[in-house]
C-alpha cells in the first residue's frame, strides 16, 4: 500500500470512528431552571415522572410522612395543579414514581412505590392508577381522587430501595439502595402478582456495574420507548442504551455520566416525555426544578 493510499484509509478509519463515538455517546446540556416549586406541601419531593396525557406536567410525591396522594406539578410554572389522593393506598414511605402504559396494550398509568425504610417498616409495595383525564389547564391546585388499579406486593432479598422504573411493555423494575462500595441490585416484578392478595418473593435480578459512593441510587426512568434509562444517585446522574428492552443485560454493563447541577438532597430524575431532556429536583420547599436539553439524538452507549 502506498503512504497516500494508507493516509486515506487511515483518515477514513478516523473519520468512521469519531461518527462512531458521536453516535455512542448522547449529550446532554447542562441544567437550567425552568421554574420552583411553589407549593408550601410539597417539601420533600422524592420522585418525578412525567405525565404522558397533560403538556409541561409532572407528577411528584413527597418522601415519608405524607398521606397517599401525590401532585401534578407545571414545569412551566412549578405550581401545583392538583392534589390527587390515592383512594385504598397505605403510605408507608414513597420513594419513587412512574409514569408508563397501564398494560402492553392501552392506557395511561402512574406507578408510586411504597418501597422505603424511613419509618423502620418496608411495605415493598407498588399501586398502580389510571392518569387523571381531567382538565389541569386551569388548576388551582384543588384535590381530585382516584381509585387503586392495581396493587402488587413483592419481597426480596434486598433491605432498602428508592427507585421504580416502568418500561413500555409495562413492565416494572425496583433498584436496590446500597452502602457505598456496594453494587445495586435491579430486579423486575413479575406481571402475575398485580392484583393479587398474596406477596409475591422475587429471586431473580442482576447487579449493576455502579457501586455506590454513598446511599444509593435514590431514583430512576425509562424513557417512552423502552430504550434509554436513567439512574440517580446523591451526586450523579447514570445513562443506559438499551435497544433491545433487555435491561439485565445492559445495565451490567458501564453507564454514561450525565450532567448533573449539585442538590441539597437531590433524589428525583425523569425524562420529559419525548426524551428529549430530563428534569431532576431537591427535597426541600421551594426547590427549583432543573431541565437538561438533549443536543444530540445519539441513543447508544458505549457497551451496547
Given at each position: 500500500?502506498?503512504?497516500?493510499?494508507?493516509?486515506?484509509?487511515?483518515?477514513?478509519?478516523?473519520?468512521?470512528?469519531?461518527?462512531?463515538?458521536?453516535i455512542?455517546?448522547?449529550?446532554?446540556?447542562?441544567g437550567?431552571?425552568?421554574?420552583?416549586?411553589?407549593?408550601?406541601?410539597?417539601?420533600e419531593?422524592?420522585?418525578?415522572?412525567?405525565s404522558?396525557?397533560?403538556?409541561?406536567?409532572?407528577?411528584t410525591?413527597?418522601?415519608?410522612?405524607?398521606?397517599?396522594?401525590i401532585?401534578?406539578?407545571?414545569t412551566?410554572?412549578?405550581?401545583?395543579?392538583?392534589?390527587i389522593e390515592?383512594?385504598g393506598?397505605s403510605?408507608?414511605?414513597?420513594?419513587?414514581?412512574?409514569?408508563?402504559?397501564c398494560?402492553?396494550?392501552?392506557?395511561?398509568?402512574?406507578?408510586?412505590?411504597?418501597?422505603?425504610?424511613?419509618?423502620?417498616?418496608?411495605?415493598?409495595?407498588?399501586?398502580?392508577?389510571?392518569?387523571?383525564?381531567?382538565?389541569?389547564?386551569?388548576?388551582?391546585?384543588?384535590?381530585?381522587?382516584?381509585p387503586?388499579?392495581?396493587?402488587?406486593?413483592?419481597?426480596?432479598?434486598?433491605?432498602?430501595?428508592?427507585?421504580?422504573m416502568?418500561d413500555?411493555?409495562a413492565?416494572?423494575?425496583?433498584?436496590?439502595?446500597?452502602?457505598?462500595?456496594?453494587?445495586?441490585?435491579?430486579?423486575?416484578l413479575?406481571?402475575?402478582a398485580?392484583?393479587?392478595?398474596?406477596?409475591?418473593?422475587?429471586?431473580?435480578?442482576?447487579?449493576?456495574?455502579?457501586k455506590?459512593?454513598?446511599?444509593?441510587?435514590?431514583?430512576?426512568?425509562?424513557?417512552?420507548?423502552?430504550?434509554?434509562?436513567?439512574l440517580?444517585?446523591?451526586?450523579?446522574v447514570?445513562?443506559?442504551?438499551?435497544?433491545?428492552?433487555?435491561?439485565?443485560?445492559?445495565?451490567?454493563?458501564?453507564?454514561?455520566?450525565?450532567?448533573?447541577?449539585?442538590?441539597?438532597?437531590?433524589?428525583?430524575?425523569?425524562?420529559?416525555?419525548?426524551?428529549?431532556?430530563?428534569?431532576?429536583?431537591?427535597?426541600?420547599?421551594?426547590?427549583?426544578?432543573?431541565?437538561y436539553?438533549?443536543?444530540?439524538?445519539s441513543?447508544?452507549?458505549?457497551?451496547?
Amino acid at each position: 500500500m502506498d503512504f497516500v493510499l494508507f493516509v486515506a484509509v487511515y483518515l477514513s478509519v478516523a473519520v468512521v470512528s469519531i461518527s462512531q463515538a458521536q453516535i455512542y455517546a448522547p449529550t446532554f446540556a447542562n441544567g437550567t431552571v425552568v421554574a420552583r416549586l411553589r407549593s408550601r406541601i410539597i417539601d420533600e419531593a422524592s420522585g418525578i415522572c412525567a405525565s404522558r396525557i397533560h403538556k409541561d406536567v409532572l407528577y411528584t410525591h413527597n418522601d415519608s410522612g405524607d398521606k397517599a396522594r401525590i401532585y401534578a406539578i407545571s414545569t412551566k410554572t412549578g405550581q401545583r395543579l392538583m392534589t390527587i389522593e390515592i383512594d385504598g393506598a397505605s403510605a408507608v414511605d414513597y420513594e419513587d414514581i412512574s409514569c408508563g402504559p397501564c398494560d402492553s396494550t392501552s392506557g395511561h398509568c402512574i406507578y408510586v412505590a411504597d418501597v422505603g425504610g424511613n419509618s423502620g417498616a418496608v411495605s415493598n409495595t407498588v399501586y398502580k392508577i389510571r392518569e387523571p383525564e381531567v382538565d389541569l389547564t386551569h388548576g388551582k391546585g384543588g384535590t381530585f381522587h382516584v381509585p387503586i388499579k392495581s396493587k402488587l406486593e413483592f419481597s426480596w432479598d434486598q433491605h432498602d430501595c428508592e427507585t421504580i422504573m416502568v418500561d413500555n411493555k409495562a413492565n416494572v423494575y425496583v433498584v436496590s439502595k446500597v452502602n457505598a462500595g456496594q453494587y445495586p441490585k435491579l430486579v423486575r416484578l413479575p406481571h402475575r402478582a398485580w392484583g393479587t392478595k398474596h406477596r409475591v418473593k422475587v429471586d431473580e435480578g442482576v447487579y449493576l456495574s455502579l457501586k455506590a459512593t454513598r446511599h444509593d441510587p435514590v431514583g430512576g426512568d425509562i424513557s417512552r420507548d423502552g430504550r434509554e434509562v436513567l439512574l440517580k444517585t446523591h451526586h450523579h446522574v447514570y445513562y443506559w442504551y438499551v435497544p433491545d428492552g433487555d435491561y439485565y443485560k445492559h445495565m451490567t454493563s458501564q453507564p454514561l455520566q450525565l450532567p448533573y447541577i449539585q442538590e441539597p438532597q437531590g433524589e428525583a430524575v425523569c425524562f420529559d416525555p419525548q426524551a428529549t431532556g430530563y428534569y431532576t429536583t431537591s427535597e426541600g420547599r421551594y426547590q427549583p426544578l432543573y431541565y437538561y436539553r438533549r443536543i444530540n439524538r445519539s441513543t447508544k452507549s458505549p457497551s451496547s
